[in-house]
């Protein structure tokens, strides 16, 4: 690729307990099959986070670790440098998972029978955190135009009741890769703004968008969606560092933040793993060449992926990627179902994917696609799937 970061070196990750390859493999009974579904890179994390966790290695002691200030300095260093924001330290609440976040979140800030909606399709643990904390999942499904998606505010409208509390919106949105624009933000502040909404923002894929599109954060959009919004990220997914366990929120209203460190402190969730704060402190400070190389990989990879399916696969449809390193694909073309097209993958090809299904109703008839691989390991999938291509 003429880059100076590798990303096409093929690493094995199976027999490590990896989620991606391991449980995948165990989970349709397999040890041979190319998975391009769980949402994290197959790239090695850059070497300035995995120093630094060799440097804790070999103080040797793994004992219990507090936030320092740098952890804190480092955050509101990417946000100045990313989307010209000034963010408070105040403002900032560790939280080990976005997860976790969101169903803390949802218990702290409505009551059980509220409700909240959500547009489809929809990220499955977003969803869940509704569900599980028996608050009413509203479903809002997004709206097909051509190519793209938008948000259907006339049916928002629709699902609003004296127990609504909440507004859940993914920014950049998982699965279908829209990233809203500044327009759609505002729209939607005053929509929560008008019905007395808290919004809470999964912002986790907000670092990865495409070439020439811009990530607009919840957090510069107006003065007043700030008194009411809880925006949950993590550089897990934009340094490929999940396993570490972290993530933060940043809640600028003191009402919200002191709710929550009640909330906090009940379920006695306080300190992070002793991994978390170094690789937090050295993606956002040491990492930017990295970043940058690792979004024209994956650029690249959508070019690449984009001309083999035209070729070989042109019932496929894939959809725009704005944002997130994943590809919505429209196989209605096919006119099969999705059990007869995932026993297809499966059986036939050898590789796996994310059936739509995953993302609720809303989904049927999409299949997500995970482009944060070596390049070999895409060519390899596709090759293995143009081999069984029989339609």
């Known amino acids: 690729m003429g880059m100076e970061f590798d990303f096409d070196t093929m690493i094995n990750r199976r027999n490590t307990n990896c989620g991606k390859w391991d449980t995948m493999d165990k989970k349709y009974g397999c040890e041979d099959m190319l998975h391009l579904g769980v949402a994290d890179m197959d790239f090695k994390a850059p070497d300035p986070i995995l120093d630094g966790l060799r440097d804790i290695l070999d103080m040797g002691v793994l004992g219990y670790t507090d936030l320092s200030d740098r952890f804190f300095e480092s955050i509101q260093r990417w946000y100045k440098k990313q989307y010209q924001i000034d963010v408070p330290r105040e403002w900032i609440v560790f939280c080990p998972r976005i997860n976790v976040a969101s169903s803390i979140c949802v218990d702290t800030y409505t009551d059980k029978g509220d409700g909240v909606i959500m547009n489809t399709p929809a990220y499955g643990p977003l969803r869940s955190a509704i569900e599980k904390n028996d608050r009413s999942f509203l479903a809002s499904p997004l709206k097909r135009d051509g190519d793209r998606y938008v948000l259907d505010f006339e049916h928002m409208e629709s699902l609003v009741d004296v127990r609504t509390k909440m ?27 008008r019905h007395d909404l808290i919004l809470f923002s999964d912002e986790i894929h907000g670092d990865l968008v495409a070439e020439g599109v811009t990530h607009y954060s919840t957090l510069n959009i107006t003065d007043d969606i700030n008194e009411r919004l809880i925006l949950a990220t993590s550089p897990a997914k934009t340094f490929n560092i999940p ?149």
């Open 167 to 193: 507004l859940i919106m993914c920014n950049p949105h998982n699965p279908t890769g829209r990233c809203w624009t500044k327009e759609e933000l505002t729209q939607a502040a005053e929509f929560c703004r």
């Open 243 to 391: 396993g570490v366990i972290v993530s933060y929120m940043i809640i600028p209203n003191e009402d919200l933040r002191k709710q929550m460190a009640k909330t906090i402190d009940r379920i006695g969730m306080h300190n992070p793993t002793i991994f978390a704060v170094t690789a937090v402190e050295k993606a956002y400070t040491e990492c930017d060449d990295w970043y940058v190389a690792v979004k024209k990989y994956i650029d690249a990879n959508e070019a690449f992926t984009r001309a083999y399916f035209a070729e070989h696969f042109p019932a496929f449809h894939i959809l725009p990627r704005e944002g997130t390193y994943l590809l919505w694909i429209d196989y209605s073309a096919l006119g099969m179902s999705e059990e007869a097209l995932e026993q297809w993958f499966l059986r036939e090809a050898n590789v796996s994917v994310y059936m739509g299904s995953v993302f609720g109703e809303a989904g049927v008839g999409y299949m997500r696609l995970n482009l944060a691989s070596p390049r070999a390991m895409l060519e390899a999938a596709y090759e293995r799937m143009r081999k069984a291509w029989r339609f």
